[in-house]
Each structure stands twice: as C-alpha cells, then as structure tokens.
C-alpha cells in the first residue's frame, strides 16, 4: 500500500464550477502538506502548503488538511479552463523529505 | 519564481548512445533531485543529493548515474540508451528555512530514444 493515495482520474468539470481534489495517507508522521499544479509537458509548480491541520486559502484555491482522518483536500472555488492540469498532493514529517501523490488530472470545460 | 534549468528540452537518439541531461540551479540549494516521468504517469524518483559528493538511489531502479561536484550543478547520464528509457526527467531542488521540503522543478527533458 502507498504511504499517499490520490485519485488520477480524470475529473472533468464545467467552467464556474468548485473543484475538490483530495488524497489520504498512512503516516501519521506527516506534519507539512502541498500541492503541486503540473500542466502538461512541464514540471510541477508549488501552489500552496500548510502545516498541520487547519484550512488555508489563498485567492481561488484552499487547502484542507484533516490530520485525525489523514486526509486533505484542494479546493477550487469558480473554476478556469486555465486550472486544466494535474494536481498532485505532496507531504513531509519535517525530516525535509517529500512523498508525493501520483496527481489527478483535472479537465474545466469552457 | 524558482530558478532550475535542464538542458536540452527535448532529445531524439539512437540506441547505444551515450547521454547526458544537465541541471542547474542558481538557488543554492543542497538538496537536488531526479525524477522519471511517464506521460500522465506519477512522479518517480530516480536519484537524489543532499549536497556536494553525496548521491543516492530513489525508489526506483534506473540505469542512469549521477554525480554532484558542485552545489549547482546535478547531471544525470545514460551510458547507453535505450528504448525503454523514453520518458521524461524531471530534475528538482529543495533548500531554505522553511522547515520543510518545498521542492522546485525544471521544466524537464523529454526523452526519445530510437
């Protein structure tokens, strides 16, 4: 069993619409959570992180982490055809090393 | 806006030839990384540094070599290509105080290997 689990998809949505992405995990040890938005043909770009549980937000983007469930979730509130890629989850228990969810490709329709 | 570059971007070869993919960054960062990507496949990583003259494996097994002789500088290469190493690579570096691994990534080289 992966330590990360994501759902590849894809999800395909109308313009306008909430997006939620979401992954779980099985290390309990994780205290730092990202995203990451690939388009496609290129490298992952960090979109945000958090630590610990709680919600952030940040413009049209927040990030939810429910630590006691080991499950967080992106959400994207009036979607773009420009929000199209993959969006992978990415977590860290402070030791500095990265595991990464295998993404999920989100398509917005116009 | 993070500053990793790989060379070239795109790379067409025949089998047998020798490779090597360059990745360099101007963050000063210690920790650098290579990572293998399938299209619309999740990210693997191949090898990774934690700072001049160390080098590791990742999780997945590749026939590719590394070296770190410079903080800046991270060259992954082939000896001797072949098909089943068509793929993208994706080189990346993490560093800072925040306390935790923010990876930074190039924007990648595709691999065609003939």
């Known amino acids: 069993q992966k330590e990360v689990e994501q759902d590849p998809g894809p999800l395909s949505v109308p313009e306008g619409a909430i997006v939620s992405l979401n992954c779980t995990y099985s290390?309990?040890?994780?205290?730092?959570f990202m995203w990451y938005r690939q388009y496609s043909r290129k490298g992952p770009e960090l979109l945000m992180y958090?630590?610990?549980?709680g919600n952030k937000e940040d413009g049209r983007f927040t990030a939810q982490v429910d630590k006691s469930s080991k499950y967080i979730s992106l959400f994207i509130r009036d979607s773009q055809p420009s929000d199209s890629a993959t969006y992978l989850c990415?977590?860290?228990?402070?030791?500095?090393?990265?595991?990464f969810g295998s993404g999920t490709r989100l398509q917005v329709q116009p | 806006e993070a500053d990793i570059y790989q060379t070239p971007r795109y790379l067409v070869i025949g089998t047998g030839k020798k490779i090597t993919l360059e990745c360099s960054q101007t963050?000063?960062?210690?920790?650098m990384y290579w990572y293998q990507q399938d299209p619309g496949m999740e990210l693997h990583l191949i090898h990774y540094?934690?700072?001049?003259?160390?080098?590791e494996k990742g999780d997945l097994s590749s026939e590719s070599t590394v070296s770190r002789i410079r903080t800046e500088h991270f060259p992954l290469t082939l000896e001797s290509a072949r098909p089943s190493h068509t793929s993208q690579y994706l080189c990346?570096?993490?560093?800072?105080?925040?306390?935790?691994?923010?990876?930074?990534f190039g924007p990648g080289t595709r691999l065609t290997v003939l």
């Open positions: 958090t630590y610990s549980s």
């Open positions: 990415a977590m860290d228990t402070g030791r500095r090393a990265l595991t």
């Open positions: 990346a570096s993490s560093g800072g105080d925040r306390g935790f691994d923010t990876q930074y």
């Open positions: 290390n309990s040890a994780f205290q730092y």
């Open positions: 540094s934690y700072g001049v003259n160390s080098t």
């Open positions: 963050m000063g960062h210690d920790k």
